[in-house]
């Protein structure tokens, strides 16, 4: 029947659980470490999670930084020297990433290049606990970042929550950055619409003159409101029809008098 690994479920799985009462469990020697299994460097010995009590008993069964076997299940092991050490004694919370692949601080080595460096020179994936060189990475660290780092396997976009390896130049994992460059875009898109009324308001203008203020306002005065026409006195007037002929007038100029008949008449024989 296939070797099932007991983790990852994957078939091809071949080392076993030595436990003393006899364990049927298989893993994949990184699955091993992600489920915290006990490995022995010295006797090749694993012991699975529910049985690494009995790694007591086990001469390197200790923690390379407080010398006890101390709490068995917090014990890491570091994939380049073999050491143990307590996530505890490392401050490191220990998870199945962390625990995959780990190395400790001495035998930290770069991700990208796989070199040496000083832990402290290194930038540490707050996730996984492994090694980047600041240049190494894509594009270069500016130096070290004070707070938290994500390396490129474990960097998830804040917005999509995608995992930008694999998807390219689209969606670049850049340093210190919570967004990919999909959803920087999309964001800067849906933001434009709304950025003039987000626009700062021009300041107001700073009195630069040296000249003494003067004490009359010098600004004009603000006009009173224009109040609404009360009453309407233009209803009151009469409308004038241009159209209409004016009135005759009441004294029309007498008609020329006929001269009187009697001038007309004149005295005959004088
Ligand atoms: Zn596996
Ligand atoms: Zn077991
Ligand atoms: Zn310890
Ligand atoms: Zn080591
Ligand atoms: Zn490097
Ligand atoms: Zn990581
Ligand atoms: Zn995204």
Not at 66 to 80: M, N
Not at 210 to 221: A, H, I, K, L, R
């Amino acid at each position: 029947c296939p070797q099932k690994c007991e983790r990852c479920g994957r078939a091809g799985a071949t080392i076993p659980c030595r436990a003393a009462a006899g364990c049927s469990r298989l893993y994949h020697f990184p699955c091993a470490a992600a489920s915290g299994c006990f490995q022995s460097m010295k006797t090749l010995r694993l012991l699975c999670p529910e049985h690494v009590a009995e790694a007591v008993d086990m001469e390197d069964a200790r923690c390379s930084v407080c010398k006890g076997p101390g709490d068995l299940q917090d014990l890491v092991f570091c994939t380049g020297c073999g050491q143990h050490f307590h996530g505890a004694c490392l401050d490191i919370s220990l998870t199945p990433r962390k625990r995959s692949g780990w190395q400790c601080p001495e035998c930290k080595v770069c991700q990208t290049c796989r070199q040496p460096g000083r832990d402290a020179a290194m930038l540490v994936c707050e996730a996984c606990d492994k090694g980047y060189h600041p240049f190494c990475t894509e594009p270069a660290a500016q130096g070290l970042p004070t707070g938290s780092w994500r390396c490129k396997n474990c960097w998830v976009c804040s917005d999509c929550g995608q995992h930008p390896v694999g998807l390219g130049s689209s969606c670049p994992w850049s340093l210190g950055s919570t967004v990919c460059g999909d959803c920087r875009q999309r964001r800067a898109t849906a933001d434009a619409p709304t950025a003039p009324e987000h626009a700062a308001q021009p300041d107001p203008p700073t009195q630069t003159s040296e000249s003494p203020v003067p004490s009359e306002p010098t600004d004009p005065p603000v006009p009173p409101p224009e109040l609404e026409p009360v009453g309407g006195d233009e209803e009151t007037q009469p409308l004038l029809d241009p159209n209409e002929t004016p009135p005759d007038p009441k004294e029309a100029p007498l008609e020329p008098k006929e001269a009187p008949p009697s001038l007309a008449e004149s005295p005959p024989g004088e």
